[in-house]
């Protein structure tokens, strides 16, 4: 149906092997593509670097965001390495534990500057750097969730981030459409993660998702990955500015 061969895919967001960028990683490789796959610190890049050797990744470099000079020396070597990318894979989020727990009218200037800049800026300036390699078009994706369009209890300031996060992701597309750029957001039910884990009560999110969606199954990472494969390949060129759902039917419910 549709084959991802000889394209270039740079994934970040990859912690472990229940990372939705890993997800996203085995799915694109598994049709053709080619992959460059980033992690945090030293630290991660034990978990990070034998699972991105055993997708065969072509470039593993580290990229924490709140460096930029960390993201511009990434490029650099995919620029060498490559010369082009077609797929960006952006699947990180941060906010300061306190900030996350608390009351969103309590968020402190500095948390709710540090969960933007992580989780919705880097993926314009990670965005205004693939640009330039995209000559032919490209791909890039970040990942979202249903907080952004509904109050859903505990998930707190990141609600307002992923509504900031998938208004940057319309205004970015239509920005790059004439470039035959897409920009999309993938949005998945709740899924037990690292990133996830730092939610209050989780646990009972997750047995709320279940319960509610329709399907009344939990997102799966091979699941996203299965759609971000698709929506990185020449079959979906003409869809971009969306916010997928991927939750089981979980948002449609009342
Ligand atoms: P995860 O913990 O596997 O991935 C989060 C990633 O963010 C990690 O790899 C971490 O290293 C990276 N990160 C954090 N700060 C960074 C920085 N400064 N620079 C570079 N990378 C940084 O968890 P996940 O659930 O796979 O999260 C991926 C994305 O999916 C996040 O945007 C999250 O909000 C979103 N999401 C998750 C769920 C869920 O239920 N798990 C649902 C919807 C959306």
């Not at 610190?41 to 978990?47: F, M, P, Q, R, S």
């Not at 309590?106 to 205004?128: P, T, W, Y």
Request: one cysteine or more; proline letters at 4%; hydrophobic letters at 45%.
């Amino acid at each position: 149906m549709f084959s991802l061969d000889g394209k270039k895919a740079l994934i970040v967001g990859v912690a472990n092997d229940q990372s939705i960028a890993y997800g996203c990683a085995a799915a694109m490789r598994a049709q053709g593509a080619d992959l460059a796959i980033t992690y945090l610190n030293d630290t991660a890049e034990k978990w990070v670097r034998p699972l991105a050797e055993e997708l065969g990744a072509e470039i593993i470099e580290p990229l924490d965001v709140s460096h930029p000079d960390q993201e511009a020396a990434l490029f650099d070597v995919i620029r060498e390495t490559w010369g082009q990318i077609d797929i960006l894979v952006h699947s990180i989020a941060f906010c300061p534990k306190q900030d996350l727990h608390g009351r969103v009218i309590d968020c402190s200037a500095q948390g709710f500057e540090l969960a933007m800049d992580i989780s919705v800026h880097s993926f314009l300036r990670l965005i205004r750097l693939a640009e330039p390699m995209m000559q032919h078009g490209g791909t890039c994706l970040t990942v979202s969730f249903y907080g952004s369009e509904e109050v859903v209890e505990d998930y707190n300031i990141m609600g307002p981030v992923k509504s900031a996060l998938e208004s940057v992701t319309r205004y970015a597309a239509a920005e790059l459409g004439d470039k035959r750029i897409s920009v999309n957001a993938l949005s998945p039910g709740p899924l037990a993660t690292r990133a996830a884990s730092g939610i209050a009560h989780f646990d009972a999110m997750l047995a709320a998702a279940a319960k509610r969606a329709p399907t009344h199954q939990l997102t799966r990472t091979e699941e996203i990955g299965a759609y971000a494969a698709f929506l990185a390949s020449d079959a979906a060129r003409n869809i971009t500015g969306a916010v997928v759902k991927i939750d089981g039917g979980y948002s449609i419910m009342g």
